[in-house]
């Protein structure tokens, strides 16, 4: 079993850019896929970027080009950097690890994008 701890949220202002950290603990990292999800406030939880275990990244289509995934193995950590971030990028971030049909995640972090 693995343990998600998020970081890196906070204030910022549209059009700035922030990095959201997902430390794991508790299991070998590198045998998980690695996922990012928002949720805002009166919305269901939605996927926002996956990284496999081979490092491919993929996108939902509102944050491709302005959003990054990367993972480090060796840091048993998952970043998300965010650029251009606009108002509705506004949400809970929540890292999810998955292996076969095993789900964990985060307690989350809040990203409020307002001036």
């Known amino acids: 079993q693995v343990q998600l701890v998020e970081s890196g949220g906070g204030l910022v202002q549209p059009g700035g850019s922030l990095r959201l950290s997902c430390a794991a603990s508790g299991s070998i990292f590198s045998i998980y896929t690695m996922a990012w999800y928002r949720q805002a406030p009166g919305k269901q939880r939605e996927l926002v970027a996956i990284i496999t275990t081979g490092g491919t990244p993929s996108y939902v289509d509102s944050v491709k080009g302005r959003f990054t995934i990367s993972r480090d193995n060796a840091k048993n950590t998952v970043y998300l950097q965010m650029n251009s971030l606009k108002p509705e990028d506004t949400a809970v971030y929540y890292c999810?690890?998955?292996?076969?049909?095993?789900?964990?995640w985060g307690q989350g972090t809040q990203v409020t994008v307002s001036s």
């Open positions: 999810k690890a998955r292996r076969v049909n095993n789900d964990y």
